[in-house]
């Protein structure tokens, strides 16, 4: 009875497995709009439940009213700024392939502007009157236009493929966020482990979407709207460009915006334009920089506990290794790593405290006398 118990439990589990394989490969072409669906569901289901106790069960108007919100506040303002961004990118790309744009002539302006003690240190590191570095730099503009321009064409003639994932995630997104507490709980309860541990683990799962989300997300978009604005102000050309850039950049820790606006000062500073690297320094310095210290702490309840350097790993590896939801599921990853062996470990802490008091009473009990 124990073997065929036994027996059954493990087709049981072979044949879910088996059948989770079979739909991954099944949806694996949406699996970029399901994971962003699921993602908004998560962060608005407050705003389901606050319009669900408006119109008490009416969980369809509810899920419904909270798509429209997401579509208007959210989507269509994403779309607009990214079609904005690629006419900078593809004016850019243009401006290079023209010659307009030489960003070897920049490096030679910079460098002739610098002392002739730091000229002659890069000099002498292998950098001859900077035209190695001229040569890589404009290798690696170039390269990265070209890319940019491929990208351009295969959005372009995957358009419906484009759209029908978009549609795809809409649709998923009102489900999830109709029956998405209903699903969750469903989750939890089926995880084949002890039910504190899974709820703690989806409890950390929430909190760092939630933070990677409302903190590390809004706040990068807020220091990549403030440093376009910046950039407009000193009149740089394709500043809403360079402000997406910052956007991405702040979303590394230890990096940050200034790996954007740093170069930018230092140029504007060695070609004479004083009070333009002065506005950008000031902004970087006393704006940017403290956007992040006084927006986080505000839309981030809770830390994630994850230390910088694995955030910045995590989301790097992430990006290199899906692209643009690496952001979230990278950190994501290193977060249930970390949860894991913690809880690993103090259950093990346990079982030993446990054995040692068990051992502690044996040896206690006093011998009676022959």
């Known amino acids: 009875m124990i073997v065929r118990e036994r027996v059954e439990n493990g087709g049981l589990i072979l044949f879910v497995v088996l059948a989770t394989i079979g739909l991954a490969a099944i949806v694996f072409s949406f699996v970029g709009a399901l994971l962003w669906a699921g993602l908004a569901a998560l962060l608005f289901q407050p705003l389901f439940q606050r319009l669900l106790r408006r119109w008490p069960g009416r969980r369809n108007v509810a899920a419904a009213v909270a798509l429209l919100i997401i579509t208007v506040a959210v989507v269509i303002p994403a779309l607009i700024i990214a079609s904005l961004v690629v006419d900078q ?26 002392p002739r003690r730091i000229q002659r240190l890069l000099d002498s590191s292998g950098f001859n009157t900077f035209e190695r570095a001229q040569a890589q730099v404009a290798d690696a ?78 706040v990068a978009l807020v220091q990549g709207a403030l440093g376009a604005a910046t950039f407009w102000i000193v009149g740089l050309p394709a500043a809403l460009l360079w402000g997406a850039l910052m956007a991405i950049a702040a979303l590394l820790p230890a990096v940050g915006p200034a790996i954007i606006w740093g170069p930018v000062a230092i140029y504007l500073l060695a070609t004479g334009a004083i009070w333009q ?7 970087g310095v006393f704006v940017i920089g403290l956007a992040d210290n006084i927006l986080r702490p ?30 979230v599921v990278g950190p994501l990853a290193g977060a249930l790593f970390l949860t894991g062996w913690q809880i690993l470990t103090e259950q093990r802490g346990l079982r030993t405290e446990g054995a040692a008091e068990q051992a502690e009473r044996e040896t206690s009990v006093p011998q009676r006398p022959d």
């Open 89 to 114: 990118a593809a004016s850019l790309y243009t401006q290079l392939r023209s010659g307009q744009i030489n960003f070897a002539a920049y490096f030679e302006q910079v460098h002739d502007a610098l």
């Open 141 to 218: 503009v170039g390269n990265s236009a070209s890319v940019l321009a491929r990208s351009a064409l295969s959005i372009g003639a995957n358009a419906a493929a484009w759209l029908l994932a978009f549609g795809v995630g809409l649709y998923v997104t009102f489900f999830l966020l109709r029956d998405g507490d209903r699903i969750g709980q469903g989750i939890v309860r089926a995880l084949p482990l002890e039910p504190e541990v899974a709820a703690r683990l989806a409890d950390k799962f929430v909190a760092v979407v939630r933070a990677t989300i409302k903190g590390s997300g809004i």
């Open 277 to 283: 690297a002065a506005v950008v320094i000031a902004s």
């Open 298 to 327: 505000i839309l981030v309840g809770r830390d994630t506990g994850i230390p910088d350097w694995l955030v910045l790993v995590t989301t790097l590896g992430g990006i290199d290794l899906i692209g643009l939801s690496g952001i």
